[in-house]
């Protein structure tokens, strides 16, 4: 098993284990009215000692798009009060089904924590299996997280402009949405995708409620037209699931991958300065 993920029975029996920082990072998904209160959800049941952190808590909320990278000082300070700090043990959990976990892991991974890991099943396979949970708000000491960017993870809409054609761009989000056919979810968007990308919905890493093995990954992204060798650029309705498949190209060991983090909320927005495809 990968480095970066970690299986549900490693991470029962290590939950004692000095320096250790489990996160919940459940998110409710866009479209869905009402919004699931994941915060509530966790206060009734979580893997013990997990703390719970929303992205939009962590992220940047003053662009006008939705849960922009933060600064490096806002993220060392928002780690910092949670009890992060570079050298922590971090497993973070959503569901199980890649929504919101690999977004966490990248931003902490990109910022310079040095053992982030993932885990496989999420809480529906810690629930599944009958392991230990706890109630209630978790809070742990300050830790001292020192971010800094490792490399230049981030891309705007002008350098995607730039990059079609010349770079291979992959689009997490469903078929449906890809091309235009089902309705986006935030509205005023169009509907269809940046010319020359390819659909690769985030679910289709997962199988079974777990991770695909490093063999069906690479199936998985050969079947859709990815070459995982290339230079990449993810994206996504708003740069959330465009993470779970840059982690999922690290997982085969392709780290070549760059997150256009205002994705479809901003390319999609009515504004003739950004290319659409619909077909």
């Not at 933060?70 to 009890?83: I, L, V």
């Not at 490399?151 to 469903?174: F, L, M, Y």
């Not at 935030?186 to 509907?191: A, E, K, Q, S």
């Amino acid at each position: 098993m990968s480095s970066s993920i970690v299986s549900t029975d490693w991470l029962a029996a290590h939950l004692e284990q000095p320096g250790l920082v489990i996160i919940d990072c459940r998110k409710s998904k866009p479209g869905i009215t009402p919004a699931i209160d994941f915060h509530g959800k966790y206060l009734e049941a979580h893997i013990p000692g997990a703390i719970y952190i929303e992205v939009d808590d962590i992220s940047d909320c003053t662009t006008g798009l939705p849960h922009m990278m933060p600064s490096a000082e806002a993220f060392s300070q928002s780690m910092s009060q949670r009890g992060v700090s570079n050298d922590s043990t971090v497993i973070v959990y959503d569901e199980g089904d890649l929504f919101s976990a690999p977004r966490v892991w990248w931003m902490l991974t990109s910022f310079g924590a040095s053992n982030v890991r993932i885990l496989d099943g999420g809480l529906n396979a810690w629930l599944n299996e009958g392991k230990p949970l706890d109630s209630g708000e978790e809070t742990l000491p300050p830790g001292d997280f020192i971010a800094r960017l490792q490399r230049e993870v981030v891309v705007n809409a002008a350098q995607v402009k730039q990059a079609i054609g010349n770079t291979q761009i992959i689009d997490a989000r469903s078929l449906g949405r890809f091309k235009g056919e089902a309705p986006e979810p935030r509205p005023g968007l169009h509907g269809g995708h940046i010319p020359g990308s390819l659909s690769v919905p985030f679910s289709e890493l997962t199988e079974a409620g777990h991770i695909k093995s490093p063999q069906a990954l690479q199936e998985t992204f050969t079947r859709l037209g990815v070459d995982i060798t290339q230079p990449t650029i993810a994206s996504c309705g708003s740069g959330v699931t465009a993470a779970a498949l840059l982690f999922g190209l690290h997982l085969l060991g392709s780290d070549q991958v760059q997150i256009y983090d205002g994705a479809w909320a901003e390319w999609g927005d009515i504004n003739e300065d950004y290319p659409i495809e619909t077909h």
